[in-house]
Every structure is written in structure tokens, then in C-alpha cells.
């Protein structure tokens, strides 16, 4: 049943993809693509390689905020697999096998080190959610006060959180309704005769990364990281001639991968280029919609299509027995 799920997943991301071109005019989209300029490409592949780095050191400084102390070297591969499965499964939600794949190298419980991708995904949810804040406000004007109590609601969920893994007995409470809502599933159940000892080392993992002294750090590497999977989508339209402005950008990608992120495709594939190619054209009424998504093409060759390539080996090694 969820092969079957996935495979009408992966269709719908198809038929929107395939939508989206038969709509732009697929002979232009070839034409712009045979001339884009194969040095804007090749340095946006160079810059989601460092962009794969830098999350993978945010996640060292994480580990290490627990208390593991490892190396780059040995925690890249566990990286590497599960960003292979986040990026081909619904709504990235197959990132925490990393803990899986952590404990298979090196042996650390999985609930203890758990915390640690949940603290990522709230750095970058939130990142993307005050970015795209800024995109309505930049694209269609909202009024001041909608902005800035768009920003107090994000600061208030994030406080919420935080709280949330201060609270020893209602975190458990959290965490029971979530096992009594998938406790159907056979490995769920398993964990039963654990479950205490495992809600009690997850809480203490997630308040000790929450409330990690290297917030600030991780926080502006997450920035930093986003924003140079901005400049991999600038360097796309650059490849074919087309210079689209950094805040224009910031503002179609934050709110095209909010959206997508809710249609829960696997890898937002199709919702994505859909949704960017259509912004892009509404906020640049210059470029038509066969080179908006040429270059959104070329961002997720550059981006999603490369990533998987280069962590393909790293999630293959983990499948063998």
C-alpha cells in the first residue's frame, strides 16, 4: 500500500512537471537551454557541493552540543544517505533515517540523536518561513503591521518550541499522542516495552541541541546556506543570459518552496517549477514563461538532480546488509 502511495506521489510530480513544459512551449525550453552557458552551470554545481558541507557542519556543531564528539569525515556518509532520501521522499520527511544511519556507523542511540535533525528542520522551516515573510511583503506590498506580525507569529511558534522542550512531562505527553496516533505500524509497536527510556533520552537530546550556546552560530550558518541555494538559482538564469535580482529570487524561491513543501510531493518536484516559473513571470513581466522555466530546469539539475548523483553511493552503502 505505501509503494503504491509513493508511486502516485511520484505521478502527480510528473504530470505536473511534464504540465508546466507542454504549457512554456517545449521547442523554446529546448532552444534556451541548448544555448545556456555551461560556466554559470558548473559553478552552481561547485556551490551546492559547499552548500552540502556547510549543513553538514551545522550538524557536527549539533552532535557536539549533546555531547558526541565526532569527526566530518564520520558523520558525512550518514549525512550524505539520508539527504539521498529526504530529497526523493514526500515532504522530506525520510531526513531523521540519518540517526539510523549514524547508529549503523558508529553505534549512537537513534532517540539521542534524533533531536538533533528536529532542531535543523525548525532552523531551516523557520529561515524559509521569515524569508518568505519578506517575499510578500517585497512582491505584493503588504501592509507593515501584516509583515511584522508575520515575523512576531514565527518568533512566538519558535518560543513555543523551545518551551516545549523545557517541559519534561508535557514533551512526553506530545510524544505519546504521536505513538498512540502510529502505533499501527509493527516497528512502532515494538518500541513499547522502551518507550520511556526513549522519550526520555529524545527530550534530553532536543533540550540540550534547543538550547544549544551555539544557537547564533547555527542559526547564521542556516542563513548562509539558503542563501547560496539563492545565488544556485541566480547562477541558473545567469547560464541563460538572464540577470533576475538577488531579493526577487529570495522572495519567489521562500514562498515556491513553502508551497511545494505542502503539496507533500516527493522531492517538490513539479509543485516547485510550477509555482517558480509562475511567480517569476508575475515579478519579472519581462521574461516569459519558457525561460523561467528553462531556468528553474537548469537550478533543479543544478540543485536536486546533482545532490542525488553525488549521495546516491552513500545511501546504496547503507542498503547492503
Not at 505521478?11 to 521547442?27: D, Q, T, V, W
Not at 516495552?193 to 533520552?201: C, D, G, L, T
Request: charged content about 10%.
Amino acid at each position: 500500500m505505501k509503494s503504491k502511495a509513493n508511486l502516485l506521489l511520484f505521478g502527480i510530480a510528473a504530470l505536473l512537471l511534464s504540465a508546466l513544459i507542454m504549457h512554456s512551449n517545449p521547442s523554446a525550453i529546448v532552444k534556451t537551454l541548448s544555448k545556456a552557458n555551461p560556466f554559470f552551470i558548473a559553478i552552481g554545481l561547485s556551490v551546492t557541493l559547499l552548500i552540502i558541507g556547510l549543513k553538514i557542519v551545522r550538524w557536527r556543531i549539533l552532535l557536539l552540543s549533546i555531547g558526541l564528539k565526532t569527526g566530518f569525515k564520520q558523520i558525512m556518509q550518514p549525512y550524505m544517505a539520508s539527504l539521498f532520501m529526504s530529497n526523493i521522499t514526500p515532504g522530506r520527511v525520510g531526513e531523521p533515517i540519518r540517526s539510523y544511519y549514524l547508529k549503523k556507523s558508529l553505534g549512537h542511540h537513534i532517540s539521542k540523536t534524533l533531536p538533533t535533525v528536529v532542531v535543523e528542520r525548525i532552523l531551516d522551516l523557520s529561515t524559509v518561513v521569515l524569508f518568505c515573510i519578506f517575499g510578500l511583503y517585497y512582491l505584493s506590498g503588504i501592509p507593515n503591521h501584516l509583515f511584522l506580525a508575520g515575523i512576531a507569529i514565527m518568533v512566538s511558534l519558535l518560543t513555543v518550541v523551545v518551551g516545549v522542550s523545557s517541559s519534561k512531562k508535557f514533551f512526553n505527553h506530545i510524544l505519546k499522542i504521536s505513538y498512540m496516533i502510529f502505533r499501527f505500524f509493527p516497528k512502532i509497536r515494538k518500541l513499547t516495552p522502551k518507550f520511556e527510556k526513549i522519550a526520555s533520552n529524545f527530550h534530553a537530546g532536543f533540550k540540550l541541541a534547543s538550547k544549544s550556546n551555539q544557537m547564533p552560530h547555527l542559526a547564521a550558518l542556516t542563513i548562509v546556506a539558503w542563501a547560496m541555494e539563492f545565488s544556485v538559482i541566480k547562477l541558473s538564469f545567469l547560464s541563460i543570459g538572464r540577470d533576475i535580482g538577488f531579493f526577487v529570487i529570495l522572495s519567489v524561491s521562500s514562498l515556491s518552496t513553502i508551497i511545494s513543501l505542502l503539496t507533500f510531493l516527493p522531492g517538490n518536484i513539479g509543485s516547485f517549477e510550477a509555482t517558480s516559473a509562475i511567480l517569476l513571470t508575475q515579478a519579472m513581466p519581462g521574461i516569459s514563461l519558457a525561460e523561467a522555466t528553462s531556468g528553474i530546469l537548469i537550478y533543479r539539475f543544478s540543485s536536486l538532480i546533482f545532490a542525488l548523483a553525488v549521495t546516491s553511493s552513500s545511501f546504496l552503502r547503507y542498503q547492503r546488509p
